[in-house]
Nanobody, 115 residues
């Protein structure tokens, strides 16, 4: 089992920045990929960014150049640095871990972009 705890969400004005964190615990040795998803009201959950154990990253077109996914292996934590936030970035953000034993999700953290 893997447990994921997100933090860092909040309310920010357009153009502002936030950094989300996702700390993993449990059977972390089996994790081979970590990612961030988001779900806006009335929309499907979409993948925002992903990072593999090898360090490869990829991003949704809508966030390229604005969001950066990174990790701290010593802390078993993945981050999502979000810059130049837009109104349409408002959503609940979830972290996900793909592990040999299965797929795990965090509880979600709300990001609201509003003037």
């Amino acid at each position: 089992q893997v447990q994921l705890v997100e933090s860092g969400g909040g309310l920010v004005q357009p153009g502002g920045s936030l950094r989300l964190s996702c700390a993993a615990s449990g059977s972390i040795f089996s994790i081979y990929a970590r990612s961030w998803y988001r779900q806006a009201p009335g929309k499907q959950r979409e993948r925002v960014a992903a990072i593999t154990t090898g360090g490869s990253t990829n991003y949704a077109d809508s966030v390229k150049g604005r969001f950066t996914i990174s990790r701290d292996n010593a802390k078993n934590t993945v981050y999502l640095q979000m810059n130049s936030l837009r109104l349409e970035d408002t959503a609940v953000y979830y972290c996900k871990a793909d592990a040999l034993a299965g797929t795990y999700w965090g509880q979600g953290t709300q990001v609201s972009v509003s003037s």
